[in-house]
């Protein structure tokens, strides 16, 4: 309210640009952290919660390099970006599209645009 207040819809976006940045940073920050059981092992975990920030942020390669670490570490979840609406601008991204064949996911794409 206070960044609306003061600067309208730009001074609104460039406070919550910062309250997610902090997010992302307070996660990176735990990342380097021993993963505990199951609280970083359930959904959504740490590199979940920080490319869905970058994908709030617009900032696409960003997001696409913590989706592509958690595939690594869970390759099974990835389906989970591939369905998700909130990352559909990565549809437009080759490498994005490259792992959604490797996976054999194409067809949870049918139909979505």
């Known amino acids: 309210a206070r960044g609306f207040q003061t600067g309208g819809a730009p001074g609104y976006q460039q406070v919550l640009a910062k309250d997610l940045r902090d997010r992302i940073d307070s996660l990176v920050r735990a990342t380097?952290?021993?993963?505990?059981?199951?609280?970083?092992?359930?959904?959504?975990?740490?590199?979940?919660?920080?490319a869905a920030l970058y994908a709030r942020l617009g900032e696409w390669n960003s997001a696409m390099d913590w989706i592509i670490?958690?595939?690594?570490?869970?390759?099974?979840?990835?389906?989970?970006?591939?369905?998700?609406?909130?990352?559909?601008?990565?549809?437009?991204?080759?490498?994005?599209?490259?792992?959604?064949?490797?996976?054999?996911?194409?067809?949870?794409?049918?139909?979505?645009?």
């Not at 505990?36 to 920080?50: F, G, H, S, V």
């Not at 591939?82 to 490797?102: G, H, S, Y």
Request: zero cysteines; hydrophobic letters at 30%; proline letters at 11%.
């Open 32 to 50: 380097s952290e021993p993963y505990l059981l199951p609280r970083d092992t359930m959904p959504p975990t740490r590199e979940a919660q920080i």
């Open 69 to 113: 670490r958690e595939r690594q570490r869970r390759p099974k979840r990835f389906r989970l970006y591939v369905t998700n609406p909130d990352f559909a601008q990565l549809r437009a991204d080759p490498q994005f599209m490259k792992l959604v064949e490797e996976d054999g996911l194409q067809g949870l794409l049918r139909g979505r645009r």
